[in-house]
């Protein structure tokens, strides 16, 4: 499975971007899909994941109500939409697929089992 994101860009604080991340190589829609984002100096941080159907979707605390995960299965593509960004929302995200459910509760970085490359997301005042 290969997964290239992307969107990511300088915005405003109290703007918006949309992140990508587009699939090939394996049936898409068998998968759940994650965002993940991670500064300089910290631990890469769960961000949202949508089961492989598309009507399960989890958030952290963090992103909740602003974020929006989505996927189209048809473009073998999942999205983040991002509002009301914060200038901690500044990060490198990265989108990753698990061939295996993962209960909400669980979610972790650990258990993905393809990743991106990232995709920068600056935020300015």
């Known amino acids: 499975v290969q997964l290239q994101a992307s969107g990511g860009g300088l915005v405003q604080a109290g703007g918006s971007l949309r992140l990508s991340c587009a699939a090939s190589g394996r049936t898409f829609n068998s998968y759940g899909m994650g965002w993940f984002r991670q500064v300089p100096g910290k631990e890469r941080e769960f961000v949202a994941a949508i089961k492989w159907s598309g009507y399960s979707t989890y958030y952290a605390d963090s992103v909740k109500g602003r974020f929006t995960i989505s996927r189209d299965n048809a473009k073998n593509t999942v999205y983040l939409q991002m509002n009301s960004l914060k200038f901690e929302d500044a990060a490198v995200y990265y989108c990753?697929?698990?061939?295996?459910?993962?209960?909400?509760?669980?979610?972790?970085?650990?258990?993905?089992?393809?990743w991106g490359q990232g995709t920068q997301v600056t935020v300015s005042s």
């Open positions: 990753a697929a698990a061939l295996r459910y993962i209960p909400p509760e669980y979610i972790a970085d650990t258990l993905f089992d393809y």
